[in-house]
């Protein structure tokens, strides 16, 4: 049987491991592997994908997936790859978060069956230490030079900022909890992002020096844009897995705008497809790269995947807007995404309802310079009312022309969009 790390190793998605002879082992041994994630935000965001994917994996090769949510460490943070302390959360702010998290992790993992994913809060062990328990219990195991040699905390030493002794305490955490989940699951190997490798192997220490066994410990590589920014970040805007807070339309289109490179190497490392069928996608894309093969696969297999096939009906619709397709079914806010980039104006809505010549729409936006320019574009065929052509200059827009109750699409030829909003009840 293969093993799962060859899998990884295929889809370029291990970093670094602590014992290459793990992927040998894993190839006729069961084992447990966890990954944290800290629910600072009631969703995760497409920079959480990569782990999530690699326990999906691990899931489908048949060993055990414990998912932890941190929600004593999420009260804390995590200094590793940050620059500054981030805000506190409440026992309250991050157990809604908890759920929210675990219903889009189901997207990727399955909680039933034979070998179900385990969804586990460090909270539960943590919280009832008392700090005489956790210096006696925990810290007498770590030494200040050991800590403060560790990479992200170096790097936040060094800094204008400083690391609080509540950041510097992350480490001694993370590190117990890979020992409680070795104790109380069997747990072996820890997952994380790059910037992890100094909390996982602190665990692995700790394991060690307490327990006398071996663990390990795999980085997934930090993906960055090329201005170097995280993976996920939009002008400083995360593509977030809850519909409500980025829509399937932007997330399709997030992945759909990726540069030809970028989107070929996601396909390995995003969607399930095995390695041959990408190979394939790929070489098609290199023979015709303006059809852009793989980010239509890539958008595609990605929105199913975390908005299932109704989101990606949505979103599929939504980019056919842009290129004259059927605007009907469409609600606010997609219309909106949609049309974020082109230029808007507002009419009282008295005016449409009393109905609105749609020569004095074209001419009061400024998509044509007179009436008589507005007539002779409508009856010339290049002006649209969303997206359905105008065939008559005396056409009035009414209420019934009203999509979600209070937009119309303009469009003069091909690409000159205008997004009227009525203002007013």
Same mark, same amino acid.
């Given at each position: 049987?293969?093993?799962?790390?060859?899998?990884?190793?295929?889809?370029?998605?291990? =970093?670094?491991? /602590?014992?290459p =002879?793990?992927?040998?082992?894993?190839?006729?041994?069961?084992?447990?592997?966890?990954?944290?994630?800290?629910?600072?935000?009631?969703s995760l965001?497409v920079g959480?994908?990569?782990?999530i994917i690699?326990?999906?994996?691990?899931q489908?090769? !048949?060993?055990?997936?414990?998912?932890?949510?941190?929600?004593?460490?999420?009260?804390?943070?995590d200094?590793?790859?940050?620059?500054?302390e981030r805000?506190?959360?409440?026992?309250d702010?991050?157990?809604?978060?908890a759920?929210?998290?675990?219903?889009?992790?189901e997207?990727?993992?399955?909680?039933?069956?034979?070998?179900?994913?385990?969804?586990?809060?460090?909270?539960?062990?943590?919280?009832?230490?008392?700090?005489?328990?956790?210096?006696?219990?925990?810290?007498?195991?770590?030494?200040?030079?050991y800590?403060?040699?560790k990479?992200? +905390?170096?790097?936040?030493?060094?800094?204008e900022?400083?690391?609080?002794?509540?950041?510097?305490?992350y480490?001694?955490?993370?590190a117990?909890d890979?020992?409680?989940?070795?104790?109380?699951?069997q747990?072996?190997?820890?997952?994380?992002?790059?910037?992890?490798?100094?909390n996982?192997? =602190?665990?692995?220490?700790?394991?060690?020096? +307490?327990r006398?066994?071996?663990?390990?410990?795999?980085?997934?590589?930090l993906? /960055?844009?090329?201005?170097?920014?995280k993976?996920?970040?939009?002008?400083?805007?995360?593509?977030?897995?809850?519909?409500?807070?980025?829509?399937?339309?932007?997330?399709?289109q997030f992945?759909?705008?990726?540069?030809?490179e970028?989107a070929?190497?996601?396909?390995y490392?995003?969607?399930?497809?095995?390695?041959e069928?990408? =190979?394939?996608?790929?070489?098609?894309?290199d023979?015709?790269?303006?059809?852009r093969?793989a980010?239509?696969?890539?958008?595609a297999?990605?929105?199913?995947?975390?908005?299932?096939?109704?989101?990606?009906?949505?979103?599929?619709?939504?980019?056919?807007?842009?290129?004259?397709?059927?605007?009907?079914?469409?609600?606010?806010?997609?219309?909106?995404d949609i049309?974020?980039?082109?230029?808007s104006?507002?009419v009282?809505?008295?005016?449409?309802?009393? !109905?609105?010549?749609l020569v004095?729409l074209?001419?009061? /936006?400024?998509?044509?310079?007179?009436?008589?320019?507005?007539?002779?574009?409508i009856?010339?065929?290049?002006?649209?009312?969303?997206?359905?052509?105008?065939?008559?200059a005396?056409? +009035?827009?009414?209420?019934?022309?009203?999509?979600?109750?209070?937009?119309m699409?303009?469009?003069?030829g091909?690409?000159?969009?205008?997004?009227?909003? +009525?203002?007013?009840?």
């Open positions: 049987m293969e093993s799962v790390i060859h899998e990884l190793e295929a889809r370029r998605m291990i =970093a670094q491991i /602590t014992d =002879a793990l992927a040998d082992r894993l190839r006729s041994e069961k084992a447990v592997i966890y990954i944290g994630f800290d629910p600072t935000a009631d965001h959480h994908m990569m782990p690699a326990l999906s994996h691990f489908k090769y !048949g060993h055990g997936v414990l998912c932890l949510v941190g929600g004593a460490t999420a009260m804390v943070g200094p590793s790859g940050k620059s500054e805000n506190l959360l409440t026992l702010q991050v157990a809604q978060n759920r929210a998290v675990k219903a889009q992790l997207r990727f993992l399955s909680f039933e069956g034979e070998n179900p994913a385990r969804m586990i809060d460090n909270n539960d062990w943590i919280s009832g230490m008392s700090f005489i328990d956790w210096l006696r219990d925990v810290g007498k195991h770590f030494t200040i030079n800590m403060i040699s990479e992200s +905390v170096k790097k936040r030493l060094a800094s900022q400083g690391i609080s002794f509540t950041e510097f305490s480490m001694t955490m993370q117990f890979f020992l409680h989940l070795y104790d109380e699951h747990c072996t190997i820890q997952g994380g992002g790059n910037d992890q490798w100094g996982i192997t =602190a665990g692995m220490d700790l394991i060690h020096k +307490v006398g066994s071996q663990a390990y410990g795999i980085t997934f590589p993906l /960055t844009t090329a201005s170097g920014e993976f996920g970040k939009s002008e400083g805007n995360p593509v977030w897995l809850d519909p409500e807070r980025t829509s399937p339309y932007q997330f399709y992945w759909f705008n990726q540069p030809d970028d070929k190497r996601f396909l490392i995003f969607t399930f497809l095995n390695v069928e990408i =190979a394939a996608i790929c070489a098609a894309h023979e015709k790269p303006h059809e093969a980010q239509k696969t890539l958008a297999e990605l929105t199913r995947t975390v908005h299932g096939a109704g989101g990606l009906e949505k979103a599929l619709r939504a980019s056919n807007a842009l290129f004259g397709g059927a605007l009907s079914g469409l609600g606010k806010t997609d219309l909106e049309f974020k980039d082109v230029p104006s507002e009282p809505r008295s005016r449409v309802q009393a !109905g609105m010549p004095d074209l001419t009061e /936006t400024g998509l044509c310079k007179s009436r008589g320019e507005a007539r002779r574009f009856d010339q065929g290049g002006v649209y009312l969303n997206n359905e052509r105008a065939g008559d005396d056409r +009035v827009a009414g209420a019934a022309d009203l999509l979600a109750d209070s937009i699409v303009l469009r003069h091909k690409k000159k969009y205008h997004l009227v909003r +009525v203002a007013g009840q």
